[in-house]
């Protein structure tokens, strides 16, 4: 992971500060190792990027608040989503996956919002094409009612371009092979760097896990 000046995140993620200060105040970002509010140290990393373009891919099908929730709560399955498209040459894709009814209310930070869209569980996996559509149709459980499909690969290499137009190198993997135990590592490390500044989030049920 590389470290990035403010100016050189706005560029990056191809964000204004004032419109980046506004989705932090409405709580509608988040960041490497499920940071929400503000930034560790008064740095970003170039995760960080990457963590925004996911909420703004996610956003048109489950509104921005929600995209960063999720992102915020499954900030495993992202990154190792990020590692794995960084890895192989198929496609990777993340996937928020939903199951059971639709909810009519939805508590997001303390507050109840209606009108979301969002079902009874909600799951972040990831994986290639095929192995997203491995589903046991014999298991009810495992097969979505709506999935949202984001795809990482794609959105790297865009992240990579605009790099390259304001001068910065993200030739390298973002992240360590998945499996290596530096990946667990280094991920340990950047959530302890920032850990106080990390606070839980609440659905009316627990949200699925993946396996």
């Known amino acids: 992971m590389r470290t990035l000046s403010s100016d050189e995140f706005f560029a990056l993620a191809e964000v204004k500060p004032t419109t980046f200060r506004a989705a932090i105040s409405r709580r509608e970002a988040v ?17 960080d990027a990457v963590a925004w373009k996911l909420t703004d891919e996610l956003a048109p099908a489950l509104t921005r608040k929600v995209a960063a929730v999720l992102l915020k709560g499954f900030n495993d399955q992202w990154c ?11 496609p990777t894709f993340l996937v928020a996956l939903e199951r059971g009814q639709v909810l009519e209310e939805v508590e997001l930070y303390g ?33 979505p009612d ?23 190198d993200l030739s390298a993997p973002f992240l360590p092979p998945l499996g290596d135990p530096s990946f667990e ?11 106080n500044l990390v606070t839980r989030v609440r659905f009316p049920r627990q949200a699925e896990r993946p396996e």
Do not use: C, P, W
């Open 80 to 90: 190792a989503a990020v590692s794995k498209a960084d890895q192989i040459a198929e």
């Open 185 to 195: 590592q280094m991920l340990a490390e950047v959530k302890t760097f920032r850990e």
């Open 111 to 143: 507050q109840s919002r209606k009108g979301l869209g969002l079902r009874e569980a909600v799951n972040i996996s990831y994986g290639t094409m095929r192995e997203l559509g491995e589903f046991d149709h014999n298991k009810a459980t495992t097969i």
């Open 146 to 168: 709506r999935m949202t499909l984001i795809n990482v690969t794609s959105l790297l290499a865009r992240v990579r371009d605009r790099a390259k137009v304001i001068g910065i």
């Open 31 to 47: 960041f490497m190792a499920g940071l929400d509010r503000m930034l560790a140290g008064g740095t970003f990393l170039d995760l």
